[in-house]
Nanobody
Framework: QVQLVESGGGLVQAGGSLRLSCAAS????????MGWFRQAPGKEREFVAH????????YYADSVKGRFTISRDNAKNTVLLQMNSLKPEDTGVYYC????????????WGQGTQVTVSS
C-alpha cells in the first residue's frame, strides 16, 4: 500500500510559478511510475504529467508542455511538479498518482492540493 500526500498549492497571479510536491510512503514506491492530474471546477480530471520509475522518461499534456516540469527523487520518495508561466486555466485541484510496474491504470491517489491562478 502506498500513500501519497501533495503540498505546495496556493494562489498565484498569472505568469507566476508554483512547485507542487508529492510525498510517497511505502518502501516500494520508488518502483512506481508517477503522475500528476488536475481537476477544474465542473470538469473531469485530466492528465498533466507522467514520470517513469527511474525518472528517465517523462511526458506531458500539450496544454502544459514547455511550462511544467515533473521530476522525482527516489531517495526521498518525492515527486515534484514545477509549474511556470501559470495561466488562469491551470486553476484546479492537483492530484499525485502512482502506478505499479506492469499496470496501465494509476492505482494510488493523493487527496489533492488546490492551485488557483488569478488573471
Amino acid at each position: 500500500q502506498v500513500q501519497l500526500v501533495e503540498s505546495g498549492g496556493g494562489l498565484v497571479q498569472a505568469g507566476g510559478s508554483l512547485r507542487l510536491s508529492c510525498a510517497a510512503s511505502g518502501r516500494t514506491s520508488s518502483n512506481y511510475a508517477m503522475g500528476w492530474f488536475r481537476q477544474a471546477p465542473g470538469k473531469e480530471r485530466e492528465f498533466v504529467a507522467h514520470i517513469s520509475a527511474t525518472g528517465g522518461s517523462t511526458y506531458y499534456a500539450d496544454s502544459v508542455k514547455g511550462r511544467f516540469t515533473i521530476s522525482r527523487d527516489n531517495a526521498k520518495n518525492t515527486v515534484l511538479l514545477q509549474m511556470n508561466s501559470l495561466k488562469p486555466e491551470d486553476t484546479g485541484v492537483y492530484y499525485c498518482s502512482g502506478r505499479r510496474p506492469g499496470k496501465r491504470e494509476y492505482e494510488y491517489w493523493g487527496q489533492g492540493t488546490q492551485v488557483t491562478v488569478s488573471s
